[in-house]
């Protein structure tokens, strides 16, 4: 089974700052994908970014990006120029590639606060 | 594109009767999905996963047949909360999966039903 673990219950930032976002995770497998989610207030899950297991390029999106490494098993999330509508619960998520019970499943960590301050 | 619905978005039974959340795929055919619940200011947690046309796979610990699952069409999946009880009140998101999209294996999500069982 695969574990996902956040361990920054809490975060605040300045509008136009940047910060970072942890995530590590646990798993024996080889092939999967990595995600971040956002949940504003509303309530509905936003794809953030998502990284392949097998490219070593981390992924980038506008003022997204991470930082995966593959053999610490660890996939933070930074972004940049934060905004007021960045402010949110941020859930990082692992999901197995195909092949075999529980292909395309996600497993959630339990999820960062981010504040973003004016 | 790839929207989900769920409806409706918000309802509140009386104890012992049953309510059903309705999941759609809006311009795709959802070959797989998923119901989360969530409690507050938690995680998501799966509940199971559907497949069209076969019976639901559920995670341990979660009662088949309390949470009726059925994925009737490639559009539609409904989730059936039956003899609620108030622990049963929570926040319950669908998700969906486009097998036959660009990106199999993202998750589209709907914008979630908040149950209140009273």
């Known amino acids: 089974a695969q574990t996902v673990t956040q361990s920054q219950p809490e975060m605040s930032v300045q509008e136009a700052e940047t910060v970072t976002l942890s995530c590590t995770y646990d798993?024996?497998?080889?092939?999967?994908?990595l995600f971040w989610y956002k949940q504003p207030p509303s309530r509905q899950m936003i794809l953030v970014i998502r990284q392949e297991a097998y490219k070593q390029q981390n992924a980038t999106e506008n003022r997204f990006s991470v930082n995966f490494q593959k053999a610490a098993k660890s996939f933070s999330l930074k972004i940049s120029d934060s905004q007021l509508g960045d402010t949110a619960m941020y859930f990082c998520a692992f999901m197995k590639r195909y092949s075999g019970a529980g292909s395309y499943q996600l497993t959630f960590g339990k999820g960062t606060k981010l504040s973003v301050i004016p | 594109g790839a929207v989900v619905s769920q409806h409706p978005s918000r309802v509140i039974c009386k104890s012992g009767t049953s309510v059903k959340i309705e999941c759609r795929s809006l311009d795709f055919q959802a070959t797989t999905m998923f119901w989360y619940r969530q409690f507050p200011k938690k995680s998501l947690m799966l509940m199971a996963t559907?497949?069209?046309?076969?019976?639901?796979?559920?995670e341990q610990g979660v009662e088949k047949d309390k949470f009726l699952i059925n994925h009737a069409s490639l559009t539609l999946s409904t989730l059936t909360v039956t003899s609620a009880h108030p622990e049963d009140s929570s926040f319950y998101i669908c998700?969906?999966?486009?097998?036959?999209?660009?990106?199999?294996?993202?998750?589209?999500f709907g914008p979630g039903t908040r149950l209140t069982v009273t």
């Open positions: 559907s497949n069209e046309g076969s019976k639901a796979t559920y």
């Open positions: 998700s969906a999966r486009d097998r036959y999209g660009p990106r199999v294996y993202e998750q589209y």
């Open positions: 798993t024996s497998e080889n092939n999967y994908y």
